[in-house]
């Protein structure tokens, strides 16, 4: 069951960071087409919101090794 | 998974291991700065001393872009010593680990090894020594409390009327809103780094279990580790630069 258990906790949470990621990302690339000049803090501002979307998914993962290892 | 060499020292449970890795990641730090500032040279600097600058001037430009460089010319220093220590506590995990197996009630400096201490006489339990400090809670936490204290003495120091104002804006009812949101950065500065890394191990120790047929798998997770380690190492520099800017900027509405 703790298999299940954490195997479910990854499947949403990579669910999720797949999503919010690639909005951020689709965004960032739609704004560089429209202005290449803005090109570095685009990329900067994508990373940083990547960073901050990614934390609650990470740690879903962590909280899903948790169960698996230790329960 | 292996344990911990965790001891219990007056009270307080240490993790020797965490205390080990920190050491090598400030000796190998201290060592590499050292090493690049001999023998400067404008004309004719050496690679280090180029590498070094251009982390120096990679700094400067996240400081740069978070708040104005007059009020931010001292978190320089700040910033260089969190992007240097975070990527290398970040790496030193990737390319071995040391795991020991010990009898049961091993001893160090005198205190009982807390994984050892239930073992019937036969049974070994497989401790950890080596591994990125970064992939400890404990370390991680330790770094965002570090950051919080700085961002909120010097919001207190350098703008206390505006800092202390910004509680109750907009409106006095979310003064709970906004000391949960000050709480909340440091501990997700702490999650986020602790999470990318320890997940980062956790999968090598996943991969190595397929033993020879894991080694394309592991040589290109090793790869992207190094990247998330630099990532991380950033955005945890860039976020502390960007949380200091807010807390001491005042700005015009």
Known sequence: MEMLAAAIAVGLGALGAGLGNGMIVSRTVESIARQPEARGPLQTTMFIGVGIVEVVPLAATVIAFLIMFTS | MHASPIIKLGGLSIDLSAVIMLTVTCVIVFVLARLAVRNLSVENPSKLQNFLEWVVEFVHNIVASAMDMRKGKPYISLGLTLILFIFVANLLGLPFAIVTDLPADTKVFGVVLE?????????????????????????????????????????????????????????????????????????????????????????????????????????????????????QAFIFTMLTMVYIGQATTHEEH
């Open chain 2, 115 to 231: 994984p050892t201490k239930d073992l019937a006489p036969g049974e070994h339990s497989d401790v950890l020594w080596w591994k990125s400090p970064t992939a400890d809670l404990s370390v991680t936490a330790g770094l965002a409390l570090m950051v919080f204290f700085i961002i909120h003495i010097q919001g207190l120091r350098l703008n206390r009327k505006h800092y202390l104002r910004h509680y109750i804006e907009p409106y006095w009812v979310f003064l709970p809103i906004n000391i949960i949101e000050n709480i909340a950065k440091p501990v997700a500065l702490a999650i986020r780094l602790f999470a990318n890394i320890f997940a980062g191990e956790v999968l090598i120790y996943a991969i190595l279990k397929a033993g020879l047929f894991g080694v394309p798998f592991l040589a290109a997770w090793q790869g992207f580790s190094i990247f998330v380690g630099a990532l």
